[in-house]
């Protein structure tokens, strides 16, 4: 029997809707490429990131890893599905990816262009990313 914590339904539907109407946040004046991010926790509960680039190129944020950001500073970690809203359609790239398997390697991951909302493109994190780094170093105080 699971805990009702594991019991959400995955709702992609309203995924990608959010991911979508996040992507209209995107601060993206150097590509504009605007890119919005829904990540789902197991126990329903969503989050939403859009892309923050910078003068400085480097240190552009992407939707993806904005979205994660805000799950975990939020306490939450249990995360189960991410949708990501670009158009054209864009796939993780590859530092979210190793970001996004950070969480999970059962994360689902849904692509859509708000443009063509018919198509939906998913994948495992671990169809994106085999092998994924993972550290098994020294014990640390605080994960
Ligand atoms: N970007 C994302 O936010 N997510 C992706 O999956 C691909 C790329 C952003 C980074 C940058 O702000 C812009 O899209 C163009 O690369």
Not at 15 to 30: G, V
Not at 71 to 98: H, K
Not at 106 to 119: L, S
Not at 134 to 143: C, K, L, M, N, S
Request: net charge neutral; charged share 15%; aromatic share 8%.
């Amino acid at each position: 029997m699971q805990t009702p914590a594991m019991t959400a339904e995955l709702d992609w539907s309203s995924l990608i809707s959010a991911a979508i109407a996040i992507r209209k946040r995107a601060y993206a004046p150097y590509s504009g490429f605007a890119v919005g991010a829904a990540v789902q926790t197991a126990g329903g509960q969503v989050f939403v990131g859009c892309n923050v680039e910078n003068a400085s190129y480097g240190l552009s944020l992407c939707a993806e890893r904005s979205a994660i950001v805000q799950a975990v500073s939020a306490g939450q970690r249990d995360l189960i599905a991410i949708a990501v809203a670009a158009s054209p359609l864009a796939t993780p790239c590859g530092a979210c990816r190793q970001f996004i398997a950070e969480f999970g390697q059962q994360i689902r991951i849904a692509a859509v262009d708000p443009a063509v909302p018919a198509i939906v493109r998913q994948w495992s994190i671990s169809d994106l990313l085999p092998e994924c780094f993972r550290f098994d170093g020294p014990p640390v105080a605080q994960r």
